[in-house]
């Protein structure tokens, strides 16, 4: 079958649907939301109409450089965390029979899907005084007593990385399984240790597919939104935490659409970033 | 006219003319094979006659009605494309039932053509079968089966055998060059492979960069060639350049040859000859003088490489006429002038 | 040696990734209604609260009623959408698929504040419906990429075959591609059922005031506190997933759907 172009209107039907629902439900609220950047917080309703740039100012602010500060330094926290233990993990499980990878594909499926409210109270579970690990350390002799672990900043930091875990892996994962496994063989003719060989020839192969997935991995991140309200105290809180905080409780939906607007900056400046650096891989 | 009729057929791609003003007709009940390099555009010809393709210029007229317009699904033909396209989700039986099945045949008539048909590619009881169960000869069957089903007015094959290996594709020609040959089918097949084009085809079309270069029996392409393409491309032969000395005669490889049917004014060309019309003889006597370089026998054939002014040339013999000749010797050639093909330059 | 150390790296990533789901586990099956663990005593009455206490049992139906039809517009988004520009060459028309996986790739919260403003200037703010719309356009990338992935892997020359064989546009369709683009079609509604379940944003920012899904439902649980009823749900959650899960991974190729191809398409 050769792709022709689309000849006749009735050729295009199958566009329509589609075509229709994206532009109405996805383009035009993406729009509403910039319109309403520009214009007034209106106490009794959600906004009132104009256009000022007044939200966007607000930005200039000490509080509102802490948060993105601390929402940016969070992200790269867990994208570093993710790749260092992903890589590996990802390169052994791509190299596992058959079988064996498709029953960690349904775990990371799994993990990966529960709702950012699951994870958040799983592991405030597990960080809690009377149902927490540090039980287990009491009850083995480590720890004299119990305690509780949150909120704190370790306990966001552990919750957004398992999380952000199985995005990693299935991220690397394509890039993984089609690394041609020649090339550590070759590396281990030449008298390389599986570890060496690992370093000195898959990581190198891989090096812009791990950038990319930095990349990624810190816009999946950036994204978090509940897991720092759980686990952590309000100077933890990210620009995501923000956002929802100004749209539903402080009622100031044109500020929480100015700084959706800039994160949306932020992430397609990173998105373009990767694709470029998926260019040069390709290249390479 | 019954028959496929093929009118100044062009197929333009952009700039580039993958079929060039083709004029080819093929009366009913005949087996034609499209023979050339890749890229000769046979193919892009076969999918413009199954409507695959739409040409950009010229008609396609099947038994005097003009189809060139006519969308694929309607032109009632068989196919049998060179992945073979067997639904993975469909049995054999399913398969080869599915033009019937779209056609809305009864139900019980599906089943007595598809057993019918499995009975003719000797895979009666295989009906059930998963389609992935089969071998590569077997599902070459299936799909010839599957393409027979409605009893086409057509039969065209893309590259049908060029998976299997050399073994079976022999066997497989014959066998369906037997079929074509019991049903009476009007058939087509694409073939880079000259033995097979030569082993099935009523007539051989030999194409090279989108024009048909010569379309004849197989025998007349071989003995023949139209233009040194066609003799280059159909088996082994010497390419050796003359020039006319007039009445029959002509400076070749720097001896002088006769009898040689050179037409009036042509004072320069090619000959054509077969490395089996190529004869050694002693030195001398109005013979070439060449010099052997390499003896390659083959058990069957014996080939002998010679240089003769500048120029090399083979001669093959069988071995019951095995020349006693060896590296290095100086030995005399002769051209049986009959089997020289005078072709232009 | 050389299989003792990979082995014990997959394990402690496998640990991390259980243990928070362990413990919860453990804290799902206390008799009394006490975050505990190990647990004291053994009961499953917190799996049957789900289904006993109505306030739960009704934002588990929001959570399923709103997933399955979520899934399904998804669905009906991208197969005409991917069947299009599989049968067509239209390349101006992949402007289309980067609007579909836009949402997905964005941090949900633009996606939720997006939805939330469409449907206050709209005037449908609240209304459940809205819910639906908003998770089939945040999750239709997931339809999209495993359709995607489906048509690539359809030998184009079997629609070919199947038109020398009589076969128009729409029969070809019901007859040949359907069939094959099954299994991913079912991949795809499989994706976007389980993560719409587990949504909580998007849900939360459109309908959080008027309806209750399951994770809303937690949310708002655990703001007033602990209830044993979260953990039972957090594990009927994760055995949903993995069951699902399993299944795409039993009827179809999963490896080959996250990107592992024996022969690349690139």
Known sequence: MRREAPQKFADYGPLFFPAAMLTVFFVIPFATMIAVSFFKRDPAGFYSTAFVFDNYARFLSLFFGKVLGFSLFLAIAVAICCVLIAVPFTYLLSRAPRRTQVVWLVALLSVLSLSEVIIGFAWSTLFSRTAGITNLFVSIGLMSEAVALNPSFGAVLTAMVYQALPYTVLVLYPALVRLDPTLTEAARTLGASPLKSFFTVVIPALRNTIVATLIMVFIFALGSYLLPQILGRPQHWTLSVLITDQAIYQSNMPFAAAMAVFLVLVTLGLVGLTVYAGRKGEAA | ?345 | ?266
Not at chain 2, 229 to 238: E, L, P
Not at chain 3, 188 to 209: D, H, P, R
């Open chain 2, 1 to 345: 006219m019954s028959g496929l009729a093929l009118q100044n057929v062009t197929k333009e791609f952009g700039s580039f003319t993958a079929v060039k003003n083709v004029d080819l007709a093929v009366p009913h009940g005949t087996f034609v094979c499209l023979l050339g390099p890749s890229g000769c555009g046979k193919t892009t010809l076969m999918r413009m006659i199954a409507g695959l393709d739409l040409p950009t210029g010229g008609a396609i007229r099947l038994d005097g009605a003009d189809i060139t317009r006519v969308p694929t699904h309607k032109r009632d033909l068989g196919m049998v494309f060179q992945s073979l396209a067997l639904f993975p989700h469909l049995t054999v039986g399913e398969n080869i039932a599915y033009s019937l099945r779209i056609r809305g045949v009864a139900k019980e008539d599906q089943v007595k053509r598809v057993n019918e048909l499995l009975a003719m590619i000797h895979l009666s009881g295989y009906a059930d079968r998963p389609v992935s169960k089969l071998s590569g000869g077997q599902r070459q069957r299936v799909a010839i089966a599957r393409a027979l089903a409605i009893s086409p007015k057509l039969f065209l094959l893309d590259e049908p055998l060029s998976a299997l290996d050399a073994k079976l594709r022999e066997a497989m020609q014959v066998e369906l060059r037997q079929l074509q040959q019991r049903l009476g089918i009007t058939t087509i097949v694409v073939t880079h492979d000259q033995r097979e084009a030569m082993t099935m085809a009523d007539t051989v079309v030999v194409m090279n960069s989108g024009e048909i270069r010569q379309a004849a029996p197989p025998v007349e392409i071989y003995r023949r060639p139209a233009d040194t393409f066609v003799a280059d491309f159909i088996g082994m032969t010497n390419l050796i350049d003359f020039a006319a000395e007039g009445a029959g005669r002509a400076s070749v490889l720097g001896t002088s040859v006769e009898g040689l049917a050179i037409p009036e004014g042509l004072g320069q060309g090619v000959l054509s000859v077969r490395p089996e019309d190529v004869h050694l003889t002693a030195p001398g006597h109005g013979a070439i003088t060449g010099k052997v370089t390499f003896v390659r026998d083959l058990g069957g054939t014996i080939e002998t490489f010679l240089e003769a002014g500048g120029k090399q040339v083979v001669a093959v013999s069988m071995p019951n006429a095995r020349p006693d000749v060896s590296v290095g010797q100086e030995v005399g050639i002769r051209l049986s002038p009959d089997a020289c093909v005078v072709l232009k330059s």
């Open chain 3, 1 to 266: 040696m050389s299989t003792f150390l990979p082995r014990l790296y997959l394990g402690l990533v496998g640990l991390f990734l259980s243990l928070p789901l362990i413990v919860v586990a453990g804290v799902s099956v206390n008799e009394k209604q006490t975050l505990a663990f190990p647990p004291q005593g053994f009961s499953l009455a917190w799996y049957g609260q789900i289904f006993t206490n109505s306030e739960w049992r009704n934002a588990l139906l929001a959570s399923v009623t709103l997933a399955t039809v979520s899934a399904a517009l998804a669905l009906l988004i991208a197969l005409p959408l991917t069947w299009f520009l599989w049968r067509r060459h239209a390349p101006w028309a992949n402007i289309f698929q980067l609007l579909g996986i836009a949402p997905f790739t964005l941090p949900p919260v633009i996606t939720a504040l997006g939805m939330l403003t469409f449907w206050a200037t709209t005037g449908f703010y609240g209304q459940p419906w809205t819910a639906a719309i908003s998770h089939a356009i945040f999750f239709v990338t997931l339809p999209l990429v495993t359709l995607s992935l489906g048509f690539s892997s359809i030998d184009r020359s079997l629609v070919e075959a199947a038109a020398t064989m009589g076969a128009d546009d729409r029969t070809v369709f019901r007859t040949i591609v359907l069939p094959l683009i099954l299994p991913y079609l079912v991949s795809g509604y499989a994706f976007a059922f389980v993560l719409s379940l587990n949504e909580y944003i998007v849900a939360y920012m459109t309908v959080g005031f008027t309806m209750e899904t399951l994770p809303i439902k937690i949310f708002n649980a655990l703001r007033y506190g602990y209830t044993p009823t979260m953990a039972s749900v957090t594990i009927l959650f994760v055995a949903l997933a993995a069951v699902i899960f399993s299944l795409v991974a039993r009827f179809g190729d999963l490896p080959k759907l996250l990107g592992a191809m024996a022969n690349s398409e690139k």
